[in-house]
């Protein structure tokens, strides 16, 4: 990504987490900066959904349609959607305690 659209793609993604935060089955949205200072910083989004079903639902959505198209005008190249199952995880927040 052109470093002078950096700014641009951070912004695109906060509002369009807005968006997003009321679309049934999503769990959390992400968005992940490589931090080795490379010039062009490498992003990753990780968007964690209830079950299949919500991402089809979402792929269809006029709000994806939508926000995909604020994202086309910034990115020189789309990104590859990569679809992973959870196969274990942690998740501290519901392991904090008052003992």
């Known amino acids: 990504m052109d470093f002078n659209k950096e700014q641009d793609f951070e ?3 906060k509002a369009s987490n807005q968006k997003f935060q009321k679309f049934k089955g999503i769990i959390s949205r992400n968005l992940l900066k ?7 910083s490498k992003y990753i989004a990780v ?5 299949e079903q919500a991402y089809v639902n979402l792929q269809s959505s006029d709000v994806h349609k939508n926000t995909l198209l604020g ?3 910034i990115i020189d190249d789309m990104p590859v959607k990569t ?3 959870t196969v274990y995880s942690i998740n501290t927040k519901s ?3 008052n003992d």
């Open 95 to 97: 392991l904090i305690t």
């Open 11 to 13: 912004d695109w993604f």
């Open 47 to 51: 968007m964690e959904l209830e079950n």
């Open 34 to 40: 490589q931090k080795d200072g490379t010039e062009g």
């Open 83 to 85: 679809i992973y199952e």
């Open 71 to 73: 994202l086309i005008a």
